[in-house]
């Protein structure tokens, strides 16, 4: 693990707290994190103590960060900002986190600074999650590897060259968990108007999904390559694909579903 010297969590809700419990998981010393936040759960304020990491309720004087991590809803940024702004300092590397808070809004509300506006995903909370990330020119390669460190505890991280890049990042992996829910409840719902129980239907779709998601994850092979696999000519995958592959199938429809994602993250963004 790279040194990542003093790191300093506002919020450990669902995804600070994930983020921490992969950080602490992960060989990142409690004693180098301080958490900020009004009221985490018992489980969280269990785990903090447990690892020796220090919890504030509000920003105690005094304090210095070298990773100032921002976990809190972007809705609260307005509040929450100016308070810390002491606490980044020459070299603070500040880590945001919340969608459609743009770096030009955290500049304004705590000065220049090195910054990384980071993407990440819901499965984050079971490791399993994938991180878009733009680091500004202030960031240093060290202060980049150092972030690098700990976004990867929740899964991939894959720097993009531009911060309009967050949209699309936005649109593809960060609201991504959702359409794959989708997807096991169509699946249920043709399953059920072919006339199987509804809940049978359910599990068939779920279980596929998963267990499809889970053999892409162990396999060398790209999507593309496992759908070939298992698509015998005039059979009856190829039946399906041949509707869901037309021009009019599902890729137009996610060419449509990510724009209105990706407008939607610029509309936020302001
Ligand atoms: N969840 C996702 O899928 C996802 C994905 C990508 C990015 N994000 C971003 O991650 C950020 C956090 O989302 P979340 O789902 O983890 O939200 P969350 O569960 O509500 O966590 C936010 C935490 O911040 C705490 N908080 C409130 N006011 C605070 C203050 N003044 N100082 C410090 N902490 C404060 C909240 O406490 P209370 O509960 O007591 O208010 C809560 O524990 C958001 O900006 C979101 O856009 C989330």
């Not at 419990?21 to 304020?45: F, K, Y």
Request: glycine share 12%.
């Amino acid at each position: 693990m790279v040194s990542v010297g003093h790191v300093v969590l506002v919020g450990a809700g669902n995804m600070g707290g994930a983020l921490l419990s992969g950080w602490l998981a992960n060989g990142i010393a409690g004693s180098s994190v301080t958490v900020i936040d009004p009221s985490p759960s018992e489980a969280m304020q269990a785990m903090i103590s447990k690892a020796g990491a220090t919890h504030h309720s509000t920003l105690p004087d005094g304090l210095a960060a070298d990773i100032l991590f921002l976990a809190v809803k972007p809705q609260l940024m307005e509040k929450v900002l100016p308070g810390l702004k002491p606490l980044v300092g020459e070299t603070t590397v500040v880590v945001s986190i919340a969608a459609g808070t743009t770096l030009a809004f955290l500049t304004r509300q705590l000065g220049e600074a090195g910054m990384v506006r980071a993407m990440p995903n819901t499965p984050a909370m079971i490791g399993r999650g994938v991180t878009g990330a733009y680091a500004n020119p202030k960031v240093s390669d060290a202060q980049r590897d150092a972030v690098q460190a700990l976004l990867k505890v929740s899964g991939p991280v894959e720097w993009v060259s531009s911060e309009a890049d967050i949209d699309s990042v936005t649109a593809v992996s960060g609201s991504g968990p959702a359409y794959v829910f989708y997807l096991v409840e169509c699946m249920a719902e043709a399953g059920r108007k072919l006339g199987l129980p509804e809940d049978v239907a359910m599990r068939l779709a779920r279980e596929t999904v998963s267990g499809a998601g889970e053999l892409l994850n162990r396999s060398p092979d790209i999507a593309s390559k496992l759908r070939q696999n298992v698509t015998s000519p005039g059979g009856t995958t190829a039946a399906a694909l041949s509707v869901l592959m037309a021009d009019d199938g599902m890729q137009p429809l996610f060419d449509k579903a990510l724009e209105a994602a990706r407008t939607r993250a610029q509309e936020l963004g302001g």
